[in-house]
């Protein structure tokens, strides 16, 4: 019994997204998984620019520490300002004071201006996607933490789902992907069986129809609210991890939300397994074991109690000795300037997709 945990991991988030709340409603209601890319996020991260990016990033990486979360490995997609981008996340992280592991999401479904939603097998590389390996590996080259990011099997050719598996063991990362995320994606494992490693992150795979390797980022929350159905996380082989996929890094409240949909699915489900997953993430951070973050519950390092305890709060963070929140308070930067700045970036991103 203890009011103490290690900083939480965020396994799978989308700094950008932070800004999408509020955003205006869409020209028509998605009716499926692939239209909800389409009328929201594929809108969306079109119209990023570096600025929107920092503050993004800023929002959700300060949002995620206050809830005691200090890691977040990201996934990023800005098709129209992709050069740098890495670097505007990473600078809003080190600002706030959390970890990170960074990637661009490469896709081919970009042709110049105009957007195609399925992508054939054997089609070309796009120059889209040059520009988006070449964004990480400048990261990856100049000391970033970080893996090679691809944004799904669908959206990209074989070319290059390929070329990205051979930057990421020229680097000695793993390849940060969504897989088989909704039904449009059902070959993503063949397609993958012959690429992935040990070193994968692989995300939702709810609807993946194969054993593949790589660790998988189980994100219920966001999982629910696209219709996708359940991931049944506890049949993977490898080790699970918890991720967000850009709803917020609140983990306590995602490692609720796991083990209940995880008990829907089975009765038997105990919360040690959501409690596991959201612990996993630790691997990816060793260094979180070293912080501390009091919580306002006497019980928060147990997973039957965490798990019927909504609304627990995160009160303290400490960092290598140094007390990055107070009183559930940041003290090593101003959340007003924070909050104004990205409502400002949000107007005009908002006045882009009006
Ligand atoms: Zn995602």
Not at 52 to 75: M, R
């Given at each position: 019994m203890s009011f103490t945990t290690n900083g939480l991991?965020?396994?799978?988030?989308?700094?950008?997204?932070?800004?999408?709340?509020?955003?205006?409603?869409?020209?028509?209601?998605?009716?499926?998984?692939?239209?909800?890319?389409?009328?929201?996020?594929?809108?969306?991260?079109?119209?990023?620019?570096?600025?929107?990016?920092?503050?993004?990033?800023?929002?959700?990486?300060?949002?995620?520490?206050?809830?005691?979360?200090?890691?977040?490995?990201?996934?990023?997609?800005?098709?129209?300002?992709?050069?740098?981008?890495?670097?505007a996340i990473q600078s809003a992280c080190d600002m706030v004071g959390v970890s990170s592991n960074l990637c661009y999401g490469v896709t081919d479904r970009w042709v110049g201006q105009s957007m195609q939603t399925h992508v054939a097998?054997?089609?070309?590389?796009?120059?889209?996607?040059?520009?988006?390996?070449?964004?990480?590996?400048?990261?990856?080259?100049a000391g970033g933490r970080g893996m090679i990011g691809v944004h799904a099997a669908f959206t990209c050719s074989d070319e290059t789902l390929e070329t990205a598996a051979d930057l990421a063991k020229q680097h000695n990362v793993g390849?940060?992907?969504?897989?088989?995320?909704?039904?449009?994606?059902i070959d993503a494992g063949s397609r993958l069986q012959n690429l992935a490693e040990d070193n994968w992150l692989i995300v939702?795979?709810?609807?993946?129809?194969?054993?593949?390797?790589?660790?998988?980022?189980?994100?219920?929350?966001?999982?629910?609210?696209?219709?996708?159905?359940?991931?049944?996380?506890?049949?993977?082989?490898?080790?699970?991890?918890?991720?967000?996929?850009?709803?917020?890094?609140?983990?306590?409240?995602?490692?609720?939300?796991?083990?209940?949909?995880?008990?829907?699915?089975?009765?038997?489900?105990?919360p040690d397994s959501a409690w596991s997953w959201l612990q996993n993430g630790e691997k990816f951070f060793p260094e979180v074991k070293r912080d501390v973050v009091t919580w306002s519950y006497d019980n928060a390092d147990s997973p039957w109690h965490v798990a019927f305890t909504p609304g627990i709060r995160c009160l303290s963070v400490v960092r290598d000795g140094r007390v990055l929140v107070e009183d559930g308070v940041p003290t090593q930067f101003d959340m007003n300037e924070i909050r104004t700045k990205a409502a400002e970036a949000a107007r005009i991103l908002h006045e882009r997709l009006a």
């Open positions: 991991v965020c396994g799978h988030h989308h700094l950008y997204s932070s800004l999408a709340r509020g955003m205006p409603a869409p020209p028509q209601t998605p009716n499926s998984f692939i239209s909800v890319l389409e009328n929201v996020w594929w809108r969306l991260d079109a119209v990023l620019d570096l600025d929107i990016i920092y503050w993004s990033a800023a929002l959700g990486a300060a949002e995620a520490l206050l809830n005691g979360t200090t890691a977040i490995i990201d996934h990023h997609e800005s098709p129209f300002a992709i050069e740098g981008s890495l670097d097998p054997s089609s070309k590389m796009s120059d889209e996607a040059r520009r988006g390996l070449a964004e990480n590996e400048r990261f990856l080259k390849v940060h992907i969504h897989v088989a995320e909704g039904p449009d994606d939702h795979a709810v609807h993946l129809d194969q054993q593949i390797k790589g660790t998988l980022a189980h994100n219920p929350r966001s999982n629910m609210n696209n219709s996708v159905g359940y991931a049944r996380p506890s049949r993977w082989a490898h080790d699970v991890i918890l991720g967000t996929d850009g709803i917020g890094a609140d983990m306590l409240e995602e490692m609720r939300l796991a083990y209940v949909r995880h008990r829907e699915d089975d009765i038997t489900a105990s």
